[in-house]
């Protein structure tokens, strides 16, 4: 069987600091359940053998990680440099370039989504795992090792997908937060006049890093 592209971290890193969103198939399987269900869904999906799911899950967990951090440090150095208009700004801007580069190295697609999307409404399997995301932070797990991976069948073939949950930190509330205030608010909506990501608090989860990957 053809394994997943493997790309060096350390060269993924590497290349990121040197830098300063296709829409997914619908699913045929069944939607997540809580907790981990790696074992069972390698079951229903012989394609991809256990250990090549866990070494996608290891590789997409890496590069979910490069993408929250580079964010959240052009996100910090924007309000340091110039508030919470020039973070709005850099947001906009860095956030899918971020993910461009990374989807074009790799091969995969690798975005952000959210149930109050701002950017990209999820699909509906997303939407599910999303849904799942909250149950199991409000149940006390941590945000930070929520995640979820399997493998899903659509019209094209079987595709392993992954999430890894984003929670809602101080630095987000003044963009995503209960209380924004009205220069920021009427900015944000002339540059998202769809918005929906408001209204969060502190510890919620905001919405997730999305990542698929071709079978082959």
């Given at each position: 069987?053809?394994?997943?592209?493997?790309?060096?971290?350390?060269?993924?890193?590497?290349?990121?600091?040197?830098?300063?969103?296709?829409?997914?198939?619908?699913?045929?399987?069944?939607?997540?359940?809580?907790?981990?269900?790696?074992?069972?869904?390698?079951?229903?999906?012989?394609?991809?053998?256990?250990?090549?799911?866990?070494?996608?899950?290891?590789?997409?967990?890496?590069?979910?990680?490069?993408?929250?951090?580079?964010?959240?440090?052009?996100?910090?150095?924007?309000?340091?440099?110039?508030?919470?208009?020039?973070?709005?700004?850099?947001?906009?801007?860095?956030?899918?370039?971020?993910?461009?580069?990374?989807s074009k190295m790799t091969g995969w697609?690798?975005?952000?989504?959210?149930?109050?999307?701002?950017?990209?409404?999820?699909?509906?399997?997303?939407?599910?795992?999303?849904?799942?995301?909250?149950?199991?932070?409000?149940?006390?797990?941590?945000?930070?090792?929520?995640?979820?991976?399997?493998?899903?069948?659509?019209?094209?073939?079987?595709?392993?997908?992954?999430?890894?949950?984003?929670?809602?930190?101080?630095?987000?509330?003044?963009?995503?937060?209960?209380?924004?205030?009205?220069?920021?608010?009427?900015?944000?909506?002339?540059?998202?006049?769809?918005?929906?990501?408001?209204?969060?608090?502190?510890?919620?989860?905001?919405?997730?890093?999305?990542?698929?990957?071709?079978?082959?």
């Amino acid at each position: 069987m053809k394994t997943v592209t493997t790309f060096s971290l350390l060269t993924l890193l590497t290349f990121l600091c040197g830098l300063a969103g296709c829409s997914p198939e619908s699913a045929d399987d069944t939607g997540p359940v809580s907790g981990s269900a790696h074992d069972s869904s390698t079951e229903q999906n012989p394609a991809i053998s256990a250990a090549d799911q866990q070494q996608r899950a290891e590789e997409s967990r890496g590069l979910a990680m490069t993408l929250g951090k580079q964010l959240k440090g052009e996100l910090q150095t924007a309000m340091a440099d110039g508030g919470p208009e020039l973070a709005i700004e850099v947001c906009q801007q860095r956030a899918p370039t971020i993910a461009a580069a990374l989807s074009k190295m790799t091969g995969w697609q690798v975005y952000r989504t959210s149930l109050k999307p701002r950017n990209r409404a999820p699909d509906e399997w997303e939407q599910q795992v999303l849904e799942d995301f909250d149950v199991r932070a409000v149940g006390g797990e941590e945000i930070g090792d929520i995640e979820y991976y399997t493998v899903v069948n659509t019209e094209d073939g079987p595709v392993f997908r992954y999430m890894k949950a984003l929670g809602t930190e101080p630095l987000c509330l003044t963009c995503h937060g209960e209380s924004i205030s009205t220069p920021l608010r009427e900015r944000l909506d002339a540059l998202y006049p769809d918005d929906q990501a408001r209204g969060y608090r502190a510890g919620e989860v905001r919405g997730a890093i999305s990542i698929i990957q071709p079978a082959g």
